[in-house]
């Protein structure tokens, strides 16, 4: 029976568990761009950069081609968490 034992293996399986689980990795990065109103009427409307909309959205290569999905503000908390836990994946 060789199994191995140690700080080594420790720190493999602390490390494992920290990333959380593989399938909710999403690759890409979560970005936030402003963007101007098409409503004559609304305040944001104006251009300014304090007046702007705020926009979620999930920055992705699909195919070797940018992608920006957007999303509903229910959603991005998870989208931001999945982006997160990939980053992490991929530093360690």
Known sequence: ????????????CRLIRSL???RDMLP?????PHRRCGKPNCRRASGKPE??????????LVEGKLKIVRLNRWLAQEVRRGVDLHRRF???
């Open 51 to 60: 007046d702007l909309h705020p926009q979620l959205a999930l920055s992705v």
């Open 1 to 12: 029976m060789n199994m191995a034992f140690g700080p080594e293996l420790d720190l493999r």
């Open 20 to 22: 959380g689980v593989l």
């Open 90 to 92: 991929q530093q360690a």
């Open 28 to 32: 890409g990065a979560f970005v936030e």
